[in-house]
């Protein structure tokens, strides 16, 4: 799972799930945001999650056309001192 780099701000926190759904080469063919189990979540943690989700690689499980799953990213302040 690729992690996305902290760009939204100082001061930004939240947590953004995004569903995902994981094709036969194991790439992920399908990103979407998860509005219930995200919480604090700007529109910029939104956007990033779902880029960095989207490049992302997984095993497959030959024994299924697709599988599907949920990515949590956690954003943390940042502040400057």
Avoid: W
């Avoid at 219930?36 to 990033?48: D, F, K, L, R």
């Avoid at 999650?49 to 490049?55: F, G, R, T, W």
């Amino acid at each position: 799972v690729r992690n996305p780099g902290y760009t939204c701000g100082h001061g930004s926190s939240g947590r953004v799930v995004i569903q995902i759904k994981v094709g036969q080469d194991g790439r992920v063919v399908s990103a979407i945001p998860d509005a219930a189990g995200s919480s604090s979540a700007n529109p910029c943690m939104i956007e990033q999650a779902v880029k960095y989700a989207k490049l992302s690689r997984f095993d497959y499980s030959a024994s299924e056309v697709s599988q599907t799953g949920k990515i949590f990213y956690t954003f943390i302040s940042q502040f400057i001192v």
